[in-house]
């Protein structure tokens, strides 16, 4: 019988949902590139590693989160004792696929003069064998940090490391992971949008590569993009990154207007992420109701995960949930 049958029929999902969130005492986390209706029902809604950090606060028993499996395991690096579900043990990532572990330890050890910056989105075992984990908020913050003859081995986003080599004049070996929703954008239909829209700026996700990045008025990560939103003068924005985010956008500032760049095919529909849209409401219902698919980690790889996230966070910690990694050029 598939899964999604057993879901009791007729059920008010929203309702169920409710009541095994109290009866768990459960907490929901939604990523900002989730659907409007999960976004809606979340007690959190945000970044990966801010929303992990806010789960670890609360006394839940139980966290649900709906965003893809290296958020979910970070949510339990930062909360052990919590048990952690994810509505689709599927829900990957292609910067996490673009990065295996085994490649990776043997790229760090052909390079030992360098020390490991990792993306968080990346796995538990690349997160263990790396020295320093980095948000697109903190990373330029804590590359500031690194003395400048210290080598540097960048990864697994090649577009984000390039954009701080580029910003920061220093030089970094990249590991060549994309995320396949940034990687998407098409720079000619960008350029055809801007057209359409002369004063309305582009705020971009640093995910995304040079040809967009660019044309960008602003760059930063979700939260930052969200921010730049509400407080950017004009009435009209090009938003580069996964178009779920406008959902909030919507909802902070109603009277703006806030357009997805577009993919090749002239629309930002190819831009949705497919692993976020493998969570749904039925399957975040199932996974409340049977506490599956869990999230377990060996305690040895856990803490060893841990200890490069603290650094980060001992290097940069004002600077989770802010979002911000700056403007590109000068506005």
């Not at 330029?140 to 004049?169: C, T, V």
């Not at 409340?288 to 803490?303: N, S």
């Amino acid at each position: 019988m598939n899964a999604i049958t057993a879901i009791p029929q007729g059920a008010d999902l929203r309702a169920e949902i409710d009541r095994l969130r109290k009866e768990r005492n459960a907490v929901i986390l939604g990523h900002y590139y989730q659907s409007p209706e999960i976004q809606d029902l979340s007690d959190f809604v945000g970044d990966s590693l801010e929303l992990s950090r806010k789960a670890a606060e609360t006394d839940a028993d139980v966290i649900a989160f709906c965003g893809v499996r290296f958020m979910a395991e970070t949510a339990k690096i930062l909360s052990p004792d919590k048990i952690v579900v994810l509505p689709d043990m599927d829900a990957g990532c292609s910067l996490e696929d673009s990065c295996p572990p085994a490649q990776f330890k043997a790229f760090r050890e052909a390079h030992p003069d360098h020390i490991a910056l990792s993306y968080i989105n990346c796995s538990t075992e690349v997160k263990a064998l790396s020295d320093v984990i980095v948000t697109s908020s903190s990373a330029e913050k804590i590359l500031a940090q690194i003395p400048k003859e210290q080598k540097i081995i960048f990864g697994p986003d090649k577009h984000l490391g390039g954009y701080l080599k580029r910003k920061s004049g220093r030089d970094m070996l990249l590991w060549p992971g994309v995320c396949i929703v940034h990687e998407a954008f098409s720079e000619t239909e960008l350029l055809k949008l801007k057209a359409q829209h002369p004063q309305a700026p582009v705020a971009a996700h640093p995910e995304c590569p040079p040809y967009i990045i660019d044309h960008a008025d602003y760059v930063g990560s979700t939260s930052g993009i969200l921010d730049f939103a509400k407080t950017m003068p004009g009435d009209t924005l090009i938003v580069a990154t996964e178009p779920h985010i406008i959902h909030q956008m919507e909802k902070a500032v109603p009277h703006k207007r806030f357009i997805g760049a577009p993919g090749a095919d002239g629309n930002c529909n190819c831009n949705i992420c497919p692993y976020m849209a493998l969570n749904t409401m039925e399957k975040l219902y199932l996974s409340l109701r049977d506490l599956q698919p869990r999230i377990e980690m060996d305690e040895t790889l856990r803490v060893a995960a841990k200890k490069s996230l603290d650094r980060m966070l001992e290097m940069a910690s004002g600077t989770v949930g802010q979002g911000d990694v700056g403007p590109l050029r000068a506005q």
